[in-house]
């Protein structure tokens, strides 16, 4: 790979501009950060999240409340850990995954990718960029909104219902963060792949939900076995960190594999293919 | 000299590359080609596009120019050859926005983004202050809508935008895919003034456009294509004079001398047309031959003159057959009257 020229060559009249600063990885990234936050869609993904994760935290906290007085039911014994990641789970998962598709598919669809590699040529430094901002921010975002449904869920419970701990708080959150950083680096590797927003859509649904769906229906151990190796159900036992046949150390390593896989055959597809 | 102004008046060596002259800021195509499948797009093209100069790129429906632009800013790899921006690849370039500003597809935005937004994603995408921003805004007259959702524009606003974009490094080299498309008159003037005025500060200026009336008097020199291959690379005066054939217009009081002329000419082979009982039209002879002629017969002219061919002659005749996509339908003569070259 030939070394980068440095500064640009001059025709020797006044330049507009003074001696090249930024650019490279930096610029790279700080155009992914203002491209997130300068389309509205962002702003309502966000909004909506917040919404969803809410609205579950609140519609399990009155069913728990209502179920308070009976035995061994559900709702009631939802921690409010539990139930913020159900939130995620269940609901603002796929308001907050959609950014992430969108910063990829919608590149291509609108045709501004063609801009996009004008400014940013070196194919691998854009979506690693991209995937960097994009995961961060919806750390972040995981990671405040599951306070944010626990105390919904304490909050319309009324003091019913399991207790829970600090610790408890700041490890669930940090794994809720976690889950979402990793599938959306996922998802931003499927998109560089499949280019169009149905299809990054579908491939998403299909790895992290239908296979392994399919693979435990048949409840046979060797296949659930086989399925909680994928990236939907390592997510899951992240996120709960005692559903799995591992701990969260685990399912996080395993999580974080199979994003690399996906960003990895999505930096190949974007150097090999035209634009 | 403060430090400062040292820093701006000083050419600087670009580490890793050889010692800038003017010479190097150039496009240099290198047996270029990309074959899609059984298809050449493009074949063997070999070219420098060089700076001071507007250079218009010119050729037929899918002669391959755009494709030779993509490859020019590096969105489609070569099948073979190479295409260099001052000796290297585009996406060697570590601020390509700087060096070159392209315009390919002016409608490569996102419809929910304002225009500022667009222009300053780009500019922090290759470290270029936001001022600039503004300041190109301004240049392509797009102050009162820049906060507009770019979706909302005409074809004619995306184009300004798109030049906004490719102004906003104040690049040595600029790239223009089709830049007239969509504007009004006065739009269409004002990219002709920008790219001679581009051109007359030095830069390296490469037009492609489908308008030859607009070419002619925009661009110097000219880089035709067809069917993938380089056709013509030579300034714009040859290309229009060794396409046009030698034609005379004759004029003179006397009906009776002319016919004279007429028949003498017609006798030596050469096709005359006489449009009117004092104008005769000589194919195929200098203005240097019908005046000994009607000297040596004694016949009075007020009239003798090259009648000059048009771009567009000169351009039908260089790209006759060389065209991929055609139509069935009868064309237009051209100037001779009657069907078209085909």
């Known amino acids: 790979m030939t070394a980068e020229t440095g500064t640009p060559a001059r025709g020797g009249r006044q330049p507009a501009l003074g001696p090249p600063v930024g650019g490279g990885l930096a610029g790279a990234l700080g155009a992914e950060w203002l491209k997130l936050w300068t389309v509205r869609s962002t702003w309502l993904c966000l909004l909506a999240a917040v919404a969803l994760q809410t609205a579950y935290s609140v519609i399990v906290g009155v069913a728990g409340r209502s179920q308070g007085e009976g035995a061994a039911a559900d709702a009631a014994n939802m921690t409010p850990p539990e139930t913020a990641v159900g939130g995620t789970l269940y609901m603002s998962q796929f308001a907050l995954v959609a950014p992430a598709v969108l910063s990829i598919a919608g590149e291509y669809a609108t045709g501004s990718v063609g801009t996009t590699l004008l400014c940013v040529p070196v194919r691998g430094r854009m979506l690693a960029a991209k995937s960097l901002v994009v995961s961060l921010v919806l750390f972040a975002v995981g990671a405040a909104l599951a306070p944010l449904g626990m105390l919904m869920a304490v909050v319309t419970m009324g003091g019913e219902g399991a207790r829970t701990g600090s610790g408890d708080v700041i490890a669930h959150a940090l794994a809720i963060g976690a889950y979402l950083a990793l599938v959306s680096v996922l998802v931003i590797g499927l998109g560089a792949v499949m280019r169009s927003t149905a299809g990054t859509l579908t491939a998403a649904v299909v790895v992290l939900l239908v296979v392994p769906v399919g693979l435990m229906l048949p409840k046979a151990d060797a296949l659930v076995g086989v399925a909680n190796l994928l990236p939907g159900p390592a997510g899951l036992h992240l996120m709960y960190g005692t559903t799995g046949p591992y701990g969260r150390g685990v399912a996080l390593a395993l999580l974080a594999a199979w994003a690399g896989l996906a960003h990895a055959a999505g930096h190949l597809a974007l150097r090999r293919r035209d634009v | ?342």
């Open chain 2, 1 to 342: 000299m403060t430090r400062a102004a040292e820093t701006r008046h000083a050419r600087p060596t670009p580490a890793g590359r050889p010692f800038a002259r003017d010479g190097d800021l150039m496009i240099t195509l290198k047996g270029l080609t990309k074959r899609y499948g059984d298809t050449t797009a493009v074949d063997d093209l070999s070219v420098e596009i060089r700076p001071g100069r507007v250079t218009g790129f010119l050729g037929p429906n899918g002669a391959g120019k755009s494709t030779t632009l993509r490859m020019i800013v590096g969105h489609d790899r070569p099948t073979a050859g190479a295409a260099l921006i001052n000796g290297v690849p585009y996406a060697a370039l570590r601020y390509p926005l700087r060096e070159v500003g392209a315009l390919l597809d002016a409608k490569a935005l996102h419809p929910a983004r304002s225009a500022r937004h667009h222009l300053r994603v780009m500019a922090r995408s290759n470290g270029i202050p936001r001022r600039r921003v503004d300041e190109v805004i301004g240049m392509v007259g797009l102050e009162r809508v820049a906060a507009r959702r770019a979706g909302t524009f005409s074809l004619g606003m995306s184009q300004r935008l798109g030049i906004a974009g490719a102004l906003l490094g104040d690049p040595e080299i600029c790239v223009f895919d089709e830049p007239v498309n969509g504007l009004d008159l006065e739009g269409v003037r004002w990219v002709r003034g920008l790219a001679r005025s581009l051109a007359a500060e030095g830069r390296t200026v490469l037009i492609s456009s489908h308008l030859l009336s607009e070419m002619q008097l925009t661009a110097g020199h000219l880089v035709v294509l067809g069917r993938g291959r380089l056709i013509a690379d030579e300034p714009i005066e040859t290309i229009v004079a060794t396409g046009a054939a030698a034609v005379v217009r004759v004029r003179g009081p006397e009906p009776g001398g002319l016919t004279a002329l007429e028949c003498r000419f017609r006798a030596a082979g050469r096709t005359v047309e006489r449009s009117a009982a004092s104008t005769l039209t000589v194919y195929g002879a200098t203005v240097e031959e019908a005046g000994d002629v009607a000297h040596e017969m004694g016949v009075r002219l007020h009239e003798l003159r090259a009648v000059t061919s048009s771009l567009e002659d000169a351009y039908l005749r260089l790209t006759t057959g060389r065209a991929e996509y055609t139509t069935a339908l009868p064309q237009d003569g051209a100037g001779a009257g009657g069907r078209g070259e085909r």
